[in-house]
Protein backbone atom coordinates (compact mmCIF):
# COMPACT_ATOMS: atom_id res chain seq x y z
CA UNK A 1 0.00 0.00 0.00
CA UNK A 2 2.80 2.58 0.96
CA UNK A 3 4.45 1.98 -3.02
CA UNK A 4 0.92 2.49 -4.01
CA UNK A 5 0.94 5.83 -2.51
CA UNK A 6 4.31 6.86 -3.66
CA UNK A 7 3.15 5.91 -6.92
CA UNK A 8 0.46 8.40 -6.50
CA UNK A 9 2.53 11.26 -4.74
CA UNK A 10 4.76 10.40 -8.14
CA UNK A 11 2.29 11.16 -10.21
CA UNK A 12 0.41 13.95 -8.96
CA UNK A 13 4.28 15.28 -8.74
CA UNK A 14 4.44 14.30 -12.08
CA UNK A 15 2.75 16.30 -13.98
CA UNK A 16 5.26 18.91 -12.48
CA UNK A 17 8.09 16.98 -13.17
CA UNK A 18 9.69 16.66 -16.83
CA UNK A 19 10.06 13.09 -16.54
CA UNK A 20 7.26 11.58 -18.09
CA UNK A 21 5.14 8.90 -16.95
CA UNK A 22 6.14 5.11 -17.31
CA UNK A 23 3.66 2.38 -18.65
CA UNK A 24 3.62 0.78 -15.36
CA UNK A 25 2.12 3.94 -13.98
CA UNK A 26 0.01 4.31 -16.67
CA UNK A 27 -1.64 0.79 -15.93
CA UNK A 28 -1.78 1.42 -12.45
CA UNK A 29 -4.05 4.96 -12.97
CA UNK A 30 -6.32 2.76 -15.43
CA UNK A 31 -6.63 0.07 -12.94
CA UNK A 32 -7.39 2.75 -9.91
CA UNK A 33 -10.61 4.31 -12.48
CA UNK A 34 -11.78 0.34 -12.76
CA UNK A 35 -11.43 -0.05 -9.36
CA UNK A 36 -13.53 2.76 -8.64
CA UNK A 37 -16.04 2.02 -11.26
CA UNK A 38 -16.63 -1.69 -10.85
CA UNK A 39 -19.68 -2.83 -12.26
CA UNK A 40 -20.92 -6.22 -12.96
CA UNK A 41 -21.65 -7.68 -16.18
CA UNK A 42 -25.61 -7.61 -14.80
CA UNK A 43 -25.49 -4.36 -13.34
CA UNK A 44 -24.44 -3.45 -16.89
CA UNK A 45 -27.23 -5.11 -19.02
CA UNK A 46 -29.78 -3.57 -16.72
CA UNK A 47 -28.27 -0.14 -17.01
CA UNK A 48 -28.21 -0.83 -21.09
CA UNK A 49 -31.79 -1.67 -20.72
CA UNK A 50 -32.48 1.32 -18.62
CA UNK A 51 -31.02 3.59 -21.31
CA UNK A 52 -32.51 1.70 -23.73
CA UNK A 53 -36.03 2.54 -22.56
CA UNK A 54 -35.35 6.26 -21.72
CA UNK A 55 -34.10 7.15 -24.88
CA UNK A 56 -37.27 5.59 -26.20
CA UNK A 57 -39.48 7.38 -24.02
CA UNK A 58 -37.16 10.38 -24.68
CA UNK A 59 -38.44 9.58 -28.66
CA UNK A 60 -42.01 9.01 -27.99
CA UNK A 61 -42.16 12.24 -25.93
CA UNK A 62 -40.69 14.27 -29.24
CA UNK A 63 -43.41 12.84 -31.06
CA UNK A 64 -45.98 13.45 -28.90
CA UNK A 65 -44.38 17.12 -28.00
CA UNK A 66 -44.26 17.69 -32.09
CA UNK A 67 -47.81 16.71 -32.49
CA UNK A 68 -49.01 19.01 -29.42
CA UNK A 69 -47.32 21.91 -31.32
CA UNK A 70 -48.80 21.34 -34.66
CA UNK A 71 -52.22 21.16 -33.16
CA UNK A 72 -51.41 24.05 -31.33
CA UNK A 73 -50.62 26.01 -34.15
CA UNK A 74 -53.58 25.06 -36.41
CA UNK A 75 -55.78 25.96 -33.22
CA UNK A 76 -54.42 29.59 -33.42
CA UNK A 77 -54.78 29.65 -37.12
CA UNK A 78 -58.57 28.75 -36.92
CA UNK A 79 -58.58 31.62 -34.01
CA UNK A 80 -56.85 34.05 -36.44
CA UNK A 81 -53.88 34.58 -33.95
CA UNK A 82 -51.22 35.59 -35.87
CA UNK A 83 -47.29 35.83 -34.50
CA UNK A 84 -47.54 39.47 -34.27
CA UNK A 85 -51.12 39.92 -32.40
CA UNK A 86 -49.21 37.34 -29.95
CA UNK A 87 -46.21 39.74 -29.76
CA UNK A 88 -48.51 42.71 -29.16
CA UNK A 89 -50.69 40.44 -26.26
CA UNK A 90 -47.64 39.73 -25.17
CA UNK A 91 -45.77 43.32 -24.83
CA UNK A 92 -49.22 44.28 -23.67
CA UNK A 93 -49.24 41.75 -20.69
CA UNK A 94 -45.47 42.87 -19.98
CA UNK A 95 -46.51 46.15 -19.94
CA UNK A 96 -49.38 45.53 -17.61
CA UNK A 97 -47.43 43.17 -15.49
CA UNK A 98 -44.25 46.10 -15.10
CA UNK A 99 -47.25 48.85 -14.09
CA UNK A 100 -48.90 47.06 -11.01
CA UNK A 101 -44.88 46.22 -9.97
CA UNK A 102 -43.69 47.72 -6.58
CA UNK A 103 -40.94 49.06 -8.14
CA UNK A 104 -43.14 51.08 -10.46
CA UNK A 105 -45.32 52.57 -7.83
CA UNK A 106 -42.34 53.48 -6.06
CA UNK A 107 -40.92 55.15 -8.48
CA UNK A 108 -43.99 56.53 -10.26
CA UNK A 109 -44.92 57.74 -6.55
CA UNK A 110 -40.86 59.59 -6.48
CA UNK A 111 -41.52 61.45 -9.73
CA UNK A 112 -44.49 62.71 -9.00
CA UNK A 113 -43.24 63.69 -5.42
CA UNK A 114 -40.37 65.69 -7.33
CA UNK A 115 -42.45 67.33 -9.82
CA UNK A 116 -44.96 68.61 -7.12
CA UNK A 117 -41.99 69.59 -4.98
CA UNK A 118 -40.39 71.48 -8.39
CA UNK A 119 -43.67 72.85 -8.91
CA UNK A 120 -43.92 74.70 -5.66
CA UNK A 121 -40.40 75.91 -5.57
CA UNK A 122 -41.31 77.31 -9.33
CA UNK A 123 -43.92 78.92 -7.90
CA UNK A 124 -42.07 80.36 -4.98
CA UNK A 125 -39.22 81.52 -7.30
CA UNK A 126 -42.29 83.12 -9.46
CA UNK A 127 -43.56 84.83 -6.35
CA UNK A 128 -40.45 86.01 -4.93
CA UNK A 129 -39.77 87.36 -8.73
CA UNK A 130 -43.25 89.17 -8.77
CA UNK A 131 -42.33 90.58 -4.81
CA UNK A 132 -39.28 92.42 -6.03
CA UNK A 133 -40.57 93.60 -9.17
CA UNK A 134 -43.28 95.15 -6.96
CA UNK A 135 -40.86 96.79 -4.44
CA UNK A 136 -38.75 97.89 -6.88
CA UNK A 137 -41.59 99.52 -8.95
CA UNK A 138 -42.49 101.14 -5.48
CA UNK A 139 -38.95 102.27 -4.83
CA UNK A 140 -37.96 106.30 -4.97
CA UNK A 141 -35.42 106.09 -8.34
CA UNK A 142 -38.12 104.06 -9.95
CA UNK A 143 -40.81 106.38 -9.84
CA UNK A 144 -37.91 109.31 -10.52
CA UNK A 145 -37.23 107.08 -13.42
CA UNK A 146 -40.78 106.68 -14.65
CA UNK A 147 -41.63 110.52 -14.02
CA UNK A 148 -38.88 111.68 -16.54
CA UNK A 149 -40.33 108.85 -19.10
CA UNK A 150 -43.86 110.39 -18.68
CA UNK A 151 -42.41 113.96 -19.24
CA UNK A 152 -40.47 113.35 -21.55
CA UNK A 153 -43.31 111.73 -23.52
CA UNK A 154 -45.45 114.89 -22.94
CA UNK A 155 -42.73 117.26 -24.08
CA UNK A 156 -42.11 115.07 -27.42
CA UNK A 157 -46.21 115.65 -27.74
CA UNK A 158 -46.21 119.19 -27.04
CA UNK A 159 -42.98 120.39 -28.91
CA UNK A 160 -44.71 117.98 -32.11
CA UNK A 161 -48.49 119.58 -31.37
CA UNK A 162 -51.27 118.76 -32.92
CA UNK A 163 -49.62 116.25 -36.00
CA UNK A 164 -51.78 113.43 -34.56
CA UNK A 165 -50.96 109.97 -35.54
CA UNK A 166 -49.63 107.01 -33.79
CA UNK A 167 -47.10 106.44 -31.48
CA UNK A 168 -44.52 105.26 -33.55
CA UNK A 169 -45.04 108.93 -36.19
CA UNK A 170 -45.25 110.87 -32.95
CA UNK A 171 -41.34 109.20 -31.94
CA UNK A 172 -39.87 109.67 -34.99
CA UNK A 173 -41.48 112.86 -35.96
CA UNK A 174 -39.45 113.99 -32.29
CA UNK A 175 -36.24 112.42 -33.07
CA UNK A 176 -36.19 114.06 -36.12
CA UNK A 177 -36.89 117.41 -34.54
CA UNK A 178 -34.50 116.56 -31.91
CA UNK A 179 -31.89 116.13 -34.77
CA UNK A 180 -32.34 119.63 -36.07
CA UNK A 181 -32.11 121.06 -32.42
CA UNK A 182 -28.91 119.63 -31.56
CA UNK A 183 -26.00 122.76 -31.30
CA UNK A 184 -24.26 121.05 -34.11
CA UNK A 185 -26.65 121.45 -36.29
CA UNK A 186 -26.92 124.97 -35.87
CA UNK A 187 -23.44 125.83 -36.63
CA UNK A 188 -23.27 124.03 -40.04
CA UNK A 189 -27.10 124.99 -40.87
CA UNK A 190 -26.11 128.84 -40.09
CA UNK A 191 -23.13 129.76 -42.06
CA UNK A 192 -24.65 133.13 -42.50
CA UNK A 193 -25.26 134.59 -38.78
CA UNK A 194 -21.64 134.11 -38.17
CA UNK A 195 -20.79 136.02 -41.17
Not at 97 to 125: C, H, I, P, R, V
Not at 148 to 176: P, R
Amino acid sequence: METRQQERGHLRTGLLDAEPLRESEEDNMVSDVDLNNTVTEEEREEIQQELAKLEEEISTLRQVLSSKEKQHAELKQKLGITPLSELRNNFSRSWYDMQTSTAYKKTSETFSTAGQKTSAAFNNLGSAISRKFGDMRNSPSFKSFEEKVESTVSNIKTKVGGTGGSFEEVLSSAAHASTQDTPSNHLIDSPEETR
